[in-house]
């Protein structure tokens, strides 16, 4: 049997220190509070690829970018010349950053889902939705709406 090191490919380890050393960069530079929605996904193609948990870390890293990318450009070219860690590594010309929204491996159980707040709708909406629903004929629509514009009184019901 071999060993794990031997069954691993040279590019993926160079791959994978190539990643934390950039995941290290970008901890230099960003706010703490940034640190645990943000994670460095690739690099390729002289892009830096970032991926945040949400909508707003991604605003938040798109106004960092002009920042962030000074300071990886900076901090390469110094280590290209001390101690060559980025020298095979083209300058990186973009940073990309989009949004994964992170599952947690625990779904919700059906107490969790029961109890969570619902949401409340006006009244004129309630009558929008309902004469809508009345005017559709097709009948997946027509029940999807008929089961919005009830959701007031569901939330009545509840309480």
Not at 81 to 99: L, M
Request: proline letters at 6%.
């Amino acid at each position: 049997m071999k060993l794990i090191n031997e069954q691993i490919s040279p590019k993926f380890v160079i791959q994978a220190k190539k990643l934390a050393e950039y995941t290290k960069l970008i901890r230099n530079i960003l706010p703490v509070e940034c640190h645990s929605h943000v994670q460095v996904a690739n690099v390729r193609n002289q892009n830096l690829m970032l991926i945040t948990d949400s909508p707003v870390w991604t605003t938040r890293l798109r106004q960092l970018s002009p920042q962030i990318l000074q300071y990886i450009r900076d901090s390469s070219l110094n280590a290209n010349k001390d101690d060559n860690n980025f020298s095979s590594e083209p300058v990186i010309h973009h940073v990309q950053i989009s949004t994964r929204y992170q599952t947690t491996g625990d779904n919700p159980t059906s107490a969790q889902i029961k109890n969570r707040p619902r949401p409340e709708i006006s009244e004129k909406i309630t009558e929008m939705l309902s004469q809508s629903a009345n005017s559709i004929e097709y009948q997946p629509l027509k029940v999807a709406l008929l089961k919005l514009s009830q959701i007031n009184k569901q939330n009545k019901d509840k309480t």
